[in-house]
């Protein structure tokens, strides 16, 4: 008598409370010289340091293509920073449109780089998500409706397999339609770090 075969349990995503700004270590832009993909990482040089604070850190956008060259600096107020703050189709601080976006759903899917792309689909695809912090700043909880249901998982997987693709290609003339200037970018906050931390 053969055993039933085993079905594979429903994926599962575990929401540890990663925020946005996680993934501004490394975003892809597009450049402002060539309109090809530019890089905007920290500056090299910096002194290493316990606690990375990676919405004050000074940033440099580089492009492969042309040599385009662009510094970052936070604005200084007072004693104290003014960082940046993530979210919408370009970058916090270049302010550049972002490398990977496209159509989606009728709206625009956006993201920073590949291991950007690698979460929200993880995410996306996974048939039970499980929020292990609060929802206050966490990533996942914050996304749009569109992108967490589960009528429209197979069009964001597409998408994002699009940006996925976009990642990997530099050229002008491989710019998607989609990444273009919107003035979509938060609002700044007014988060300010101090010596002893960012408050």
């Known amino acids: 008598m053969s055993a039933e075969p085993t079905?594979?349990?429903?994926?599962?995503?575990?929401?540890?409370?990663?925020?946005?700004?996680?993934?501004?270590?490394?975003?892809?832009?597009?450049?402002?010289?060539?309109?090809?993909?530019?890089?905007?990482?920290?500056?090299?040089?910096?002194?290493?340091?316990?606690h990375r604070h990676l919405?004050?850190?000074?940033?440099?956008?580089?492009?492969?293509?042309?040599g385009a060259v662009a510094e970052w600096t936070a604005e200084q107020r007072g004693a104290g920073l003014v960082g940046v703050v993530p979210g919408g189709t370009e970058d916090p601080f270049f302010r550049?449109?972002?490398?990977?976006?496209?159509?989606?759903?009728?709206?625009?899917?956006?993201?920073?780089?590949?291991?950007?792309?690698?979460?929200?689909?993880?995410?996306?695809?996974?048939?039970?998500r499980v929020r292990h912090a609060s929802p206050t700043m966490a990533m996942f909880a914050r996304l749009p409706v569109w992108m967490k249901s589960a009528d429209r998982r197979d069009e964001v997987l597409a998408g994002l397999a699009t940006l996925r693709t976009l990642a990997g290609l530099s050229a002008p003339a491989d710019r998607s339609d989609a990444a273009h200037e919107r003035g979509d970018r938060p609002r700044h906050h007014g988060s300010v770090l101090f010596r002893g931390g960012p408050y």
């Open 96 to 128: 550049r449109p972002l490398w990977l976006q496209t159509r989606c759903a009728g709206r625009i899917l956006w993201a920073y780089d590949e291991e950007h792309v690698d979460a929200l689909a993880a995410y996306v695809g996974a048939r039970l």
């Open 7 to 50: 079905r594979p349990g429903p994926v599962r995503h575990h929401d540890r409370g990663t925020w946005l700004a996680a993934f501004t270590g490394q975003i892809l832009v597009v450049c402002p010289r060539c309109g090809g993909r530019a890089l905007v990482t920290p500056r090299p040089g910096l002194p290493e340091s316990r």
């Open 55 to 66: 919405l004050f850190e000074p940033r440099r956008l580089t492009c492969g293509g042309c």
